[in-house]
DNA sequence: CTGAAAGCGCTTACAG
DNA sequence: CTGAAAGCGCTTACAG
């Protein structure tokens, strides 16, 4: 019975080998793997132990090509920081390669670059685009998309298309929470470097700061308030400037790491030591906090995971959209986390013991 | 005519249609879209024209099925620098989304993680893995994929294994031509910091120091070598001991970006500007060249390219290691470059004009 | 140089 | 709850 053997070498284990193995019919084989309802418990049973048993493992190509549900989907990027985009590639992909779909990455630059890009999609069959920022918070490409009638996802926005779906923290209660924690260590004094003023996100994590030092009864005050551009440079040159005032801060919440790696070398320069003379914080955990020294207390975004839910997510779309069936997007938040280093202590110590 | 209509709502263009369009069997097509010699020059022409005005794109789940030339493929993963990762992956993606190949991430921590993981892709019934650094030096690792059966190819590796496929740059050489660079820039006395001492790519680049510095007739001084670890710290430890002594060097070496980027702040911290005071060059090119400030002078490795290349190396090794051909492992040697940044100078100048 | 037939491993749409 | 048939879009292996 060299059956399998026939074009290619190997023996692979295929869903008629399971069925013969227990004695059923390959399309109850089918419907055990791919959990439908109508299966006696005990045939699942068995079909489930013969699956151990033989190993399988299921053929994705034959699966999608059967099913018509091989979607094919684009992750666009312009940008990104590169460890930023490295969390977000490895949660998309444990996703697509569990999920079967065919990836494909573009890179575009500028804004003539999008409309290049989307055109290639067009022309590429593509199903359904996955948005990381800042792309992920342009309303431009969002209608773009929305014109040719392509499904996508944002990830890490902080401006959700509302009829598309989206996954994020909530920037604001996350940048309150780390005001909050500053201000739990004995800080009064606090700085913040805002990011690049055309981003909103930027603009929530401010809006959060201002909050809690409100709320904990400390007036927020302009002059503890640099502007940063999210680059290393502008936190180095934000930081100097606030450090330098008769007042210094003893903290500075700078509004992402690679400002907050700035701050740091700029404190340095200045003679000042990370965090006894001044705590400095950064926001998202970029591999930036923890290649720094001192390492980054920070707030961490689960970018891997909100990719991978953020596919999940419009793959179901996509499935949906072709059943028919309307299609009402879902925008999902996720947890933040404050990751303390050694960055930070309270006031006038030194946190690292 | 509602052929394509039957299942699905959509009307994607098959190979059936191209075939239809031009008046020749799918099976001409198919010659055509694979290259394939034996069509008529005319016959190809008109195929190809159909192609590209029905807007044709293979469906790749289809050609893996038929072709059964579905290679599933593993890359694992232990511990490299996030920006390094990213820049694989981008590649490794851009490859497997044109060869249509399924992929698997897997990370593995600490040495019993890597028994695991490979267990874990046995029973996946994987055809094949990329390994990246440390694991592409690793000769266990080797030495366990060899007796497994499973082909694979080593990305950045500095001690490819002689029966498995390698893509790389001539770490010694790189070295070389960065420290040549920099005497050619006017600096007589050159430090260096070495990484980890268990990597012999490490030891590969502060040969390639020597080499040299020894050809230009400049005697190598222990003295100016230091010990690192590849971490930033390590850098900014090595750099400061090497920057206090009285014959301070004009230039710094750092055989990694992170160390460069530790050796930066060290330098800024004793109020030595870079590069008027000190040239500090790195190694790589990850993010961490171009975050921090100034940005790093450093030596490129084309990861994507070669993460890319590998890749196809590795699917090339399958398909003849099935059709029962001996295969004979490829080394490539793929180009580095000096990428030139705000950080290095003649001695004494400052390079940001 | 070109094509008709069979098959890749799975699923959909029907029957029972 | 279960199965026989047909088909997904492409390629392999033969013929001519």
């Given at each position: 019975m060299a059956r399998k053997v026939s074009r290619r070498g190997g023996n692979i284990v295929t869903i008629h080998d399971v069925a013969r193995h227990v004695g059923v019919s390959p399309m109850t084989v089918s419907r055990v793997i791919n959990g439908e309802?109508?299966?006696r418990e005990e045939t699942r049973k068995k079909v489930a132990e013969a699956i151990e048993a033989l190993n399988y493992s299921p053929n994705m190509a034959a699966r999608s090509l059967a099913s018509q549900d091989s979607s094919r989907i684009a992750l666009i990027y312009s940008n990104p920081s590169m460890s930023f985009l490295s969390e977000l590639l490895l949660g998309i992909l444990h996703q697509s390669s569990q999920s079967g779909c065919q990836l494909i990455i573009e890179s575009c630059e500028g804004p003539e670059g999008v409309a290049d890009v989307l055109d290639k999609l067009k022309s590429l069959g593509v199903d359904g685009v996955v948005l990381p920022p800042p792309l992920s918070d342009s309303t431009r490409v969002a209608k773009a998309l929305r014109e040719m009638g392509l499904p996508f996802v944002g990830v890490?926005?902080?401006?959700?298309?509302?009829d598309a779906a989206s996954v994020s923290i909530d920037d604001f209660k996350a940048a309150f929470a780390m005001t909050q924690r500053l201000i739990a260590l004995g800080h009064r004094r606090i700085g913040f470097i805002k990011g690049h003023p055309n981003s909103y996100y930027s603009q929530l994590r401010h809006e959060g700061y201002i909050a809690a030092l409100t709320k904990a009864g400390l007036t927020p005050e302009d002059k503890l308030v640099g502007q940063g551009y999210f680059t290393y440079r502008s936190g180095f040159d934000a930081a100097e400037s606030l450090l330098m005032r008769?007042?210094?801060?003893t903290a500075l919440f700078a509004s992402n790491d690679d400002m907050a790696a700035g701050a740091v070398a700029s404190a340095h320069r200045l003679g000042?030591?990370?965090?006894?003379d001044v705590t400095i914080v950064g926001f998202d955990d970029t591999s930036m906090a923890s290649s720094v020294w001192p390492e980054l207390t920070t707030v961490r975004q689960p970018i891997s995971d909100m990719a991978s839910l953020g596919l999940k997510m419009l793959l179901e779309q996509i499935r949906t959209r072709r059943s028919g069936q309307p299609y009402a997007p879902v925008h999902e938040i996720r947890d933040f986390a404050i990751i303390e280093r050694q960055s930070s202590s309270p006031p006038g110590e030194d946190a690292t013991d």
């Amino acid at each position: 019975m060299a059956r399998k053997v026939s074009r290619r070498g190997g023996n692979i284990v295929t869903i008629h080998d399971v069925a013969r193995h227990v004695g059923v019919s390959p399309m109850t084989v089918s419907r055990v793997i791919n959990g439908e309802k109508n299966v006696r418990e005990e045939t699942r049973k068995k079909v489930a132990e013969a699956i151990e048993a033989l190993n399988y493992s299921p053929n994705m190509a034959a699966r999608s090509l059967a099913s018509q549900d091989s979607s094919r989907i684009a992750l666009i990027y312009s940008n990104p920081s590169m460890s930023f985009l490295s969390e977000l590639l490895l949660g998309i992909l444990h996703q697509s390669s569990q999920s079967g779909c065919q990836l494909i990455i573009e890179s575009c630059e500028g804004p003539e670059g999008v409309a290049d890009v989307l055109d290639k999609l067009k022309s590429l069959g593509v199903d359904g685009v996955v948005l990381p920022p800042p792309l992920s918070d342009s309303t431009r490409v969002a209608k773009a998309l929305r014109e040719m009638g392509l499904p996508f996802v944002g990830v890490a926005t902080s401006r959700p298309s509302p009829d598309a779906a989206s996954v994020s923290i909530d920037d604001f209660k996350a940048a309150f929470a780390m005001t909050q924690r500053l201000i739990a260590l004995g800080h009064r004094r606090i700085g913040f470097i805002k990011g690049h003023p055309n981003s909103y996100y930027s603009q929530l994590r401010h809006e959060g700061y201002i909050a809690a030092l409100t709320k904990a009864g400390l007036t927020p005050e302009d002059k503890l308030v640099g502007q940063g551009y999210f680059t290393y440079r502008s936190g180095f040159d934000a930081a100097e400037s606030l450090l330098m005032r008769d007042e210094r801060p003893t903290a500075l919440f700078a509004s992402n790491d690679d400002m907050a790696a700035g701050a740091v070398a700029s404190a340095h320069r200045l003679g000042l030591d990370v965090p006894k003379d001044v705590t400095i914080v950064g926001f998202d955990d970029t591999s930036m906090a923890s290649s720094v020294w001192p390492e980054l207390t920070t707030v961490r975004q689960p970018i891997s995971d909100m990719a991978s839910l953020g596919l999940k997510m419009l793959l179901e779309q996509i499935r949906t959209r072709r059943s028919g069936q309307p299609y009402a997007p879902v925008h999902e938040i996720r947890d933040f986390a404050i990751i303390e280093r050694q960055s930070s202590s309270p006031p006038g110590e030194d946190a690292t013991d």
